[in-house]
């Protein structure tokens, strides 16, 4: 009788070995422990490499000395676990078997409390072995007949799962590329699939968030400040746009690849592609590198300044997100900093000098709005009584009247800044009738009073300020008002 359409009853009593990375995972385990580790510090990319020489399993026996990720943090696959839990609740017996470390596949059987036992690589039985391929369906052969089962069926995902499959008398496929499935099915006509869930354009623009290159607009502020037409300055700044809008995104999937634990235990951040394992983490890194090369092809093309610039960004960034975002006080500087290095970069692509009053409204400006993202994260919290710490970062529920104070004081900074400004020297040599700047002044500070008050109603839902005024009819407002008045200043009307 051929065991793919062996009697339901029959084959029901077979054991299912169940594979978990790629299969009751969206993720590799693996891949998740590199980034927790390197998280950590990030010279232990170089330990990472000197562990390479002791092959696959002992890679995978240091690793996970060091670092595990923790199985409730996973991004599992819905449907095929509800299919494991169905066939668990039949009384099917459910073994979990990986080349992961036999740690890690205990610790996720012992959390989904489905599997009536775990096989890994490096188990102490076994010594330093890599349970793939051939191993483990000699494994998974050996195991089943020690538990009185002449046959045993297989879930798996790639090409590695081939040769188990050989072995198996039943098969399930999850989210196995069409090549596998095309050998699978050569010899498991009938196997079980779980469709594979295609990568989409979509998903990849959400996850390098393109609609984040809306703040590199900044680079043309310079531009706009020092009045300049030249259409020869306008194409290099455009091209800095470009090349900082791909950086940005390369350091943004950087950021969320070492934040992926935090992430997916956040209300709104799990569902970002990475966070939800909808872009497999080797794939998110070699986008990321591509970017970050082609920005700097872009940057040396626009000035030697500027590349080094858009250098310093980069480190700046990195260094925020592996070690400056987790300290209070100092993770807002930074991004008040960055914002600011986006108007100066700008200055050097376009080759114009930088106002002094420019950075001084700028720092406090978006030093306010830093604090507005972090009063706005804190305040999604703030219903939770056991969250004491917001996730990955450095305050606490009882540091928000703090924030709020520094927040409004650095919002009002930057408009009595911009009062001072108006009655320089710069001024008098830039417009017209400077006076008319005068309008400006309470509008601005009208704009930060009212963003700080959604803030305090929950009205932000942790989200970037910069991205909520995109979307708000009354911050569009306020912009182009403020843009009629520096026109009118300008042209003395």
């Known amino acids: 009788m051929n065991p793919t359409t062996a009697p339901l009853n029959e084959s029901a009593q077979w054991p299912l070995y169940v594979d978990l990375d790629g299969t009751l995972t969206r993720t590799d385990t693996l891949h998740e422990s590199v980034m927790l580790f390197v998280r950590r510090h990030p010279l232990n990319l170089l330990r990472l490499l000197a562990w390479l020489l002791l092959g696959k399993a002992g890679f995978k026996q240091r690793l996970a000395d060091a670092v595990r990720p923790d199985p409730a943090r996973l991004p599992y696959h819905d449907g095929f676990l509800q299919y494991l839990r169905d066939e668990h609740g039949r009384g099917r017996p459910l073994v979990l078997a990986s080349a992961a470390d036999q740690r890690i596949v205990q610790e996720v059987a012992d959390h989904l409390r489905l599997f009536e036992d775990a096989l890994g690589s490096n188990a102490p039985q076994d010594g330093r072995i890599n349970l793939s391929r051939e191993r483990k369906r000699a494994a998974i052969d050996h195991h089943a007949r020690e538990g009185g089962h002449a046959r045993w069926a297989y879930a798996g995902n790639s090409r590695d799962d081939l040769p188990v499959w050989a072995g198996s008398a039943q098969a399930v496929a999850v989210n196995a590329p069409e090549g596998v499935l095309a050998s699978l099915r050569e010899v498991h006509p009938q196997a079980r699939v779980f469709a594979r869930e295609p990568l989409r354009l979509g998903t990849v623009l959400r996850a390098i968030r393109l609609k984040q290159w809306s703040k590199n607009a900044l680079l043309f502020v310079p531009l706009l400040a020092a009045h300049s037409l030249d259409p020869q300055r306008w194409a290099m700044v455009l091209m800095a746009f470009l090349a900082f809008g791909l950086c940005a995104s390369a350091t943004y999937l950087f950021n969320d690849l070492l934040d992926l634990p935090n992430d997916r235990v956040h209300r709104l951040k799990r569902h970002r592609p990475l966070a939800a394992a909808a872009i497999a983490i080797p794939t998110a890194v070699l986008l990321g590198l591509a970017m970050l090369?082609?920005?700097?092809?872009l940057a040396w093309a626009v000035s030697p300044g500027f590349t080094a610039m858009l250098a310093g960004y980069t480190v700046a960034t990195l260094a925020y997100s592996m070690v400056l975002k987790r300290l209070a006080l100092v993770d807002v500087l930074m991004l008040s900093g960055l914002y600011t290095l986006r108007i100066g970069a700008g200055a050097v692509a376009a080759g114009v000098d930088l106002s002094n009053w420019l950075l001084a409204i700028s720092i406090f400006l978006f030093l306010s709005l830093a604090l507005v993202k972090r009063c706005a994260e804190l305040e999604e919290i703030a219903a939770d009584e056991q969250a004491r710490l917001a996730?990955?970062?450095?305050?606490?529920?009882?540091?928000?009247?703090?924030?709020?104070a520094m927040g409004l004081a650095s919002g009002f900074l930057s408009v009595m800044v911009l009062a001072l400004y108006i009655d320089s020297q710069n001024s008098h040599s830039l417009y017209r009738q400077p006076d008319w700047l005068w309008g400006a002044a309470p509008l601005l500070l009208l704009w930060i009073m009212r963003i700080w008050l959604k803030t305090g109603r929950r009205e932000l839902h942790g989200e970037d300020p910069l991205?909520?005024?995109?979307?708000?009819?009354?911050?569009?407002?306020?912009?182009?008002?403020?843009?009629?008045?520096?026109?009118l200043a300008t042209t003395g009307f």
């Open 293 to 297: 090369v082609l920005a700097f092809v």
């Open 467 to 487: 991205q909520f005024a995109l979307r708000d009819p009354f911050s569009w407002a306020m912009l182009i008002a403020m843009g009629g008045i520096g026109l």
């Open 391 to 404: 996730p990955g970062r450095g305050y606490q529920m009882q540091d928000l009247p703090s924030l709020r």
